[in-house]
């Protein structure tokens, strides 16, 4: 799953919240009905971004 501008800025909102990745992708993927794959493109890529922000 690639993940468009729209999903990534909604990630970076959520972790300014304070969510964590997991909480994150468990939310999008309830409120998106997706997959186990897709659900974990959205942890990893709120992980990234995590660790991007953290350097």
Known sequence: MKLNIAQIREIEKLLDQGMAPDAIADSIAR??????LDREAVRTAAV???RRRAS
């Open 31 to 36: 409120m998106a009905d997706l997959d186990a």
């Open 48 to 50: 990234d971004i995590q």
